[in-house]
């Protein structure tokens, strides 16, 4: 029998060796209890090579389980919430990120948006990426429409990608996203044909860049999954206001996620995700003159919309400086 023991205690140690861990140094975690369990997680968790990783799982396991006590969970409330993340994760596929739209709705995706996006004065502000972003964005040369026609309402977007004293970022690229006008993303489509309403540009030698689009509108967020079923328990609505999605890269500045949100919206002080700032709320003008519009490409000679507004981006010392002005701690 002790040789039987010998032989079991041997060949675990010899699993767990072809794990890299030596069971020698792993703390004995007998009777766990409601007062007992958080310290032995963290025990067991205190062989952490990565000590970034070590302090979140601290950090994360301390909550988790303080939330736990403080709101004495149920074993159903517990188990309903792990089928919600599982169906959360069974909605998500290569071009729909429930996931996203989870932590965009609890204001998760906000936070991590200020705390790791601080800009220096005058830069322009960030916001929230979405749940839509997909990289599959084809190429446009300026002055080309990301969408297809019959999409919506014409717009005109034009500006100029520049720095904190003003001068001109040349070869920035732009992605850019949006609905079209039926306020639909086009991976919202059952069939989806290709990459519309969205695309990628680049800035001009001046740092000018302009595209033809559609007017996009406010949205519902998408009510088949978990996540639009859970803000409707919640008694909140489940719209976005208008928006232009755009993404900014440029070598020696801080990449900038942020959109343009449009004056008058009925959503623009109660989005469902959090993602308005002020800062970032525009207006556009009406172009009446049909000989522009067939200058600027538009298929239809009608009246279109023009959206004019210039990026500020920050460097990456710039960026750096405010981050630690807004968390001198964060390190």
Known sequence: MAASHETSIRKANEQAHQHGIDLSNVPQNLDMTAGNITQNVHAVNANCQDERMKFLFTSLVTHLHDFVRETSLTTEEWMTTLEFLTKTGQKCTDIRQEFILLSDTLGVSSLVDSINNAKPPGATESSVLGPFFTADALEFENGESIASEGKGDYLWVEGKVLDTKGNPIPNCTIDTWETDGHGLY?????????????????????????????????????????????????????????????MLEAEGFEKLTTAF???????????????????????????????????????????????KHNFVLATVDEAKEARKRLMPNAA
């Open 186 to 246: 086009d991976t919202q489509y059952d069939v989806r044909g290709g990459p519309d309403c969205r695309g990628r540009l680049r800035t001009t030698q001046d740092g000018s860049f302009f595209f033809r689009a559609v007017v996009p509108v406010s949205y519902p967020i998408p009510s088949d999954g978990t996540v639009g079923q859970m803000v409707k328990a919640l008694g909140r609505h489940v719209f976005r206001p208008a928006h232009l999605h755009m």
């Open 261 to 307: 949100y449009f004056e008058g919206d009925p959503y623009l002080s109660s989005d469902a995700v959090f993602g308005v700032k002020s800062s970032l709320i525009v207006d556009t003008t009406t172009e009446t003159d049909v000989e522009v519009t067939r200058k600027r490409g538009f298929k239809e000679a009608t009246s279109h919309q023009v959206l």
